[in-house]
């Protein structure tokens, strides 16, 4: 299923896509796309009977906004440097275990709403990125099915950054990672049963009609069962917990002089083979 949530931004309503493309209203079904629905398989089933017997009412997509698929997010975890071509262009060693760091849930939008650049910012910088969302919990995983069997779908990614504010200005990455609307989820939640091979996918990121990433997640270091596997080693995975798991070569840090950082007014588009695409306009903060 792709599952996803329209509606202003706070009052978003769960819908469906269907297979022939149609958005069907899921709000009579369930009342939101979230960690406890994800966790009750009861409730899947309901929603996928309901898809399958034409049951859902078809809503109008016209002017509609697209919000973030999954409500009521626990925590964002993240992983650097996940892929052995963007350790390549960034002159870095391949990390002998993943690099874990957080996003603030806050930091979560729709993958069309407005990004903003930060204050004082210079170095903003882009990364598609392939989210794993999941759907049971998880702690102390030992085996690469066990972890895939947690996962409840996947989603597109922009894994926004600030440069300098992550790695110039001393301490933790977070401060580069946390500003507002750094972000972007969706369009859809897509069900694990939809997606045979997370180590399959084709990435793709655009800067103004320009094509700067142009990967696959073939390329991963820590592939997404060893993720969820390791990551279940540290804290616990909750149903809605989100994993971000890294950034293909393409990146503007990547790029001699001048590295191409965003700006205010800069369009960039991303996304994920059989995952859907974002776009999203670039604002002053």
């Not at 409730?43 to 509609?64: I, K, M, V």
């Not at 963007?86 to 870095?92: N, P, Q, S, W, Y």
């Not at 977070?174 to 990435?203: I, R, S, Y």
């Not at 965003?262 to 776009?279: C, K, N, T």
Request: glycine share 10%; charged share 25%; aromatic share 6%.
């Amino acid at each position: 299923m792709k599952l996803l949530r329209v509606g202003t931004a706070g009052a978003e309503r769960p819908a469906l896509l269907d297979a022939e493309g149609t958005l069907r209203d899921l709000s009579g079904v369930v009342p939101d796309i979230d960690g406890p629905l994800l966790a009750d398989d009861a409730a899947l089933g309901r929603t996928r009977a309901a898809a399958d017997a034409g049951e859902l009412p078809a809503l109008d997509a016209t002017g509609l906004r697209v919000g973030p698929p999954l409500a009521r997010i626990g925590k964002v975890v993240c992983i650097g440097l996940n892929y052995h071509d963007h350790a390549r262009e960034t002159g870095a060693q391949p990390p002998a275990e993943p690099v874990v760091f957080f996003k603030a849930a806050d930091t979560v939008v729709g993958p069309h709403d407005t990004v903003l650049v930060p204050r004082r910012s210079t170095k903003t910088d882009w990364e598609v990125e392939l989210a794993v969302v999941i759907g049971r919990t998880a702690r102390y995983v030992e085996s690469a099915e066990e972890a895939l069997a947690h996962v409840a779908g996947y989603a597109v990614a922009h894994d926004v950054s600030e440069r300098e504010f992550q790695i110039e200005r001393g301490g933790t990455w977070d401060k580069g990672k946390n500003c507002e609307t750094f972000n972007p989820l969706g369009p859809w939640l897509v069900t694990a049963d939809e997606v045979p091979d997370p180590q399959n996918l084709a990435l793709r990121l655009w800067v103004n009609g320009e094509l700067k990433q142009d990967g696959t997640t073939a390329e991963q270091i820590f592939p997404v069962a060893e993720v969820v596997r390791y990551v279940s080693q540290f804290m616990t995975l909750y149903p809605g917990d989100v994993i971000n798991t890294g950034t293909p070569a393409g990146v503007a840090m990547g790029h001699p002089e001048p590295k191409p950082y965003l700006r205010a007014g800069d369009v960039v588009e991303l996304e994920i083979e059989g995952l859907g695409r974002q776009r999203q306009e670039f604002k002053d903060a």
